[in-house]
Structure formats: C-alpha cells, structure tokens
C-alpha cells in the first residue's frame, strides 16, 4: 500500500520532472483532498530540498531527462514514477524526508547556559549567532519548519541567518518574537519580557486574547507584561549593538535601584540600598560588568552614600552617609 508520504513523492517527481498546467492542476486536486496530504508534500518538499541528492545523483540527472521525453497523463503523475529509476527516486526522497522527519521530531532541545558573570557566544548550526548574557538558560530546537529558541531565563541577542522559509522565532512562556533576518534582544526580567530590534523586522505576539500582535522596528523595543495588552512600541535610547555583548554596563539617566539591579546580574555579590530616598537617585555612566568596585566609588562620589559590606562577606550596602553604621 502506498504511504502518504511515498504519494507526495511521486507528487514531487512529477512536478519537477514534468512541471505542466495539467500536473500542477491535479497536483492542487490531489492536495484540496485533506490537510494531511498537503502537510505531507511539504514534508516531502523540505526534506527533499535539504537532502543534497538532487544536485548529486547521476541516476536523477538521467532520471529527468527521461521525464523531459515523457508525455504526463491529464490527471495521473507522469508515468515516469512507475519506471525503475523514478521508483528508486521516490524511494530515495521517501528516506530522506523519513529520516529528516525522525530527527527533527525525537532529537531533543539542545541546552545552554551561562553562570553569573559570564557572557557566551554561541554558533547554530545555520550559522545564526547566539549571544547569552548572565546568568540566562535557551533551549534550541531547529525543525523542518521553523528555527525555536526558548528562553528560560536571562537575556540573549540573535544575529539572524536569512531564511524565509525558516522563521527564527524566540519564545518565553506563551510570548513568541518572529524574524527572518535581523538582529535582535529578548530580556526575560521579573514581571516583564523585552523585546528589542536592532536590525530588520521581528513580531511579538503572545498567546492571550488581551494581546495583540506587534511589528517592532530598528531601533524600537517593547516591554511586554503577560497576559497583558503591549504598550506600543518605544524608540531605544541607543540602536547600537548592545554594550553587555562587549562586557560593558551603560547606564543613561537611569535611577540607582535600576543600576543596581543591573550590576547585581553580573556578581555573587549582591548590593542593595540601604536608604530608600537613594533608590530614585539618577545616573549615568559606563562601566565593565566586574568593575563593581568601581561602580560604588562612582555612586559615593556622586550621592555622598556610605559603602558597607557586610560580614561576612556576599553583601554590599549603600546607606545614607548619616546613617550610623553600628
């Protein structure tokens, strides 16, 4: 009996074989049928596309230059696909689509992550670059369909290989950003996602009737909150490559609770503040993500605070310079 996958072959073999109206006709015919045959022939279709035999077997070669001389049947595949050598074709994209299918369906997710402080890059397999910040956990899974990142936690930036017929997508819980090729950032924080574009197009969509979908465009990002409608998109304060992707923390006109929730990413050695009027205290600046030391000189020098670490060591206080330290 003939398989639905061994039919969308021969399907394949007659269209690129003998591409005539009459076969394209019955092709579309035979794919109207049920959903099931037209996933199959595109099944068929990509695994035959990244299989390499066509360019490489003389006896496809020969094989469509015996199907060029061969009249198709008005609603049959040509009758080529029955011949010895269109059999061992469809036998051959039937294996290739199998064994595509059978590793993309049962191979797991590949993992990876960072410890705190350390920045990886990371080269897919399409030669898509993945760049994992701090303390962040991806699972990658590439398919026939598409390219999947899951971010579990932390912050990752993608430089995009193009392909259109591979959308790049990057998911965290129910929140899904979709690009071709481009650049771009997601940021799994606290309470929010953010989504940032540094190159090309990406769509965010979510999997929640209160959202809706959002194009973000270079040089914008979107902070999404879940199960929440998205705000519209805002313009970053710098369309630049990310500064952590070259070690560095930039802070422009931030508070000091936000610097210090940045910098607590990058250490085992947590800050915090101490004197709540502090945390509204703005500032900028640029610093290595291990300058820590250098951090806090910068905010006594400009607040006036006191520095304390604590004993024993693992924790650094920022308190005001009245405070008494006993």
């Given at each position: 009996?003939?398989?639905r996958?061994e039919k969308?072959?021969?399907?394949l073999?007659?269209l690129?074989?003998?591409?005539s109206?009459?076969t394209r006709?019955?092709l579309?015919?035979w794919l109207?049928?049920t959903p ?5 022939f595109?099944?068929?279709?990509s695994a035959w596309?990244q299989?390499?035999y066509?360019a490489?077997?003389?006896?496809i070669?020969?094989?469509r ?5 061969a009249?198709p ?7 080529l696909v029955?011949?010895v ?5 469809a036998?051959m ?7 595509l ?5 049962l ?9 705190v ?6 080269r ?6 993945l760049?994992?910040n701090?303390?962040t ?10 390219r ?6 932390g912050?990752v ?13 990057v998911?965290?819980n129910?929140?899904?950003?979709k690009a071709?090729?481009?650049?771009f950032?997601v940021?799994k924080?606290?309470r929010?996602?953010r989504v940032?574009?540094h190159?090309?197009?990406v769509?965010v969509a979510?999997?929640?009737?209160a959202f809706?979908?959002a194009n973000?465009t270079?040089?914008e990002?979107?902070d999404?909150?879940p ?6 998109p805002r313009p970053l304060?710098?369309a ?8 560095r923390i930039?802070?422009?006109?931030e508070t000091l609770?936000?610097?210090?929730s940045?910098?607590n990413?990058y ?7 101490a004197?709540?009027?502090l945390?509204s ?12 030391a250098?951090?806090?000189?910068a905010v006594h020098?400009l607040t006036g605070?006191r520095i304390?670490?604590?004993s024993?060591?693992g924790l650094?206080?920022?308190?005001d310079?009245a405070?008494d330290?006993?």
């Amino acid at each position: 009996m003939v398989t639905r996958l061994e039919k969308a072959a021969e399907w394949l073999l007659a269209l690129q074989n003998a591409p005539s109206g009459q076969t394209r006709k019955a092709l579309e015919a035979w794919l109207a049928e049920t959903p099931a045959n037209r996933r199959a022939f595109e099944e068929v279709q990509s695994a035959w596309q990244q299989s390499g035999y066509a360019a490489a077997s003389p006896t496809i070669a020969a094989a469509r230059a015996d199907a060029r001389r061969a009249k198709p049947r008005p609603v049959q595949p040509p009758r080529l696909v029955r011949r010895v050598a269109g059999m061992a074709l469809a036998a051959m994209v039937v294996l290739a689509a199998g064994i595509l299918l059978y590793d993309a369906r049962l191979r797991p997710p590949a993992i990876y992550e960072t410890a705190v402080g350390e920045i990886r890059e990371i080269r897919l397999a399409d030669a898509s670059g993945l760049y994992l910040n701090t303390g962040t956990r991806v699972r990658v899974d590439y398919s026939l369909w598409d390219r999947r990142v899951q971010l579990d936690r932390g912050q990752v930036f993608v430089d995009v290989a193009h392909n259109p017929d591979k959308p790049f997508i990057v998911t965290v819980n129910d929140i899904h950003a979709k690009a071709l090729g481009t650049a771009f950032e997601v940021h799994k924080k606290n309470r929010t996602v953010r989504v940032a574009v540094h190159e090309g197009l990406v769509e965010v969509a979510q999997e929640s009737a209160a959202f809706a979908s959002a194009n973000v465009t270079p040089g914008e990002f979107v902070d999404i909150v879940p199960r929440a409608a998205t705000p519209a998109p805002r313009p970053l304060k710098s369309a630049t490559t990310p500064a952590w992707l070259e070690g560095r923390i930039e802070f422009d006109d931030e508070t000091l609770e936000d610097a210090v929730s940045e910098f607590n990413r990058y250490s085992e050695t947590k800050i915090k503040i101490a004197d709540p009027a502090l945390r509204s205290f703005r500032l900028s600046g640029a610093f290595d993500v291990t300058e820590q030391a250098a951090f806090l000189t910068a905010v006594h020098t400009l607040t006036g605070a006191r520095i304390r670490e604590s004993s024993p060591p693992g924790l650094i206080w920022i308190e005001d310079a009245a405070t008494d330290p006993h």
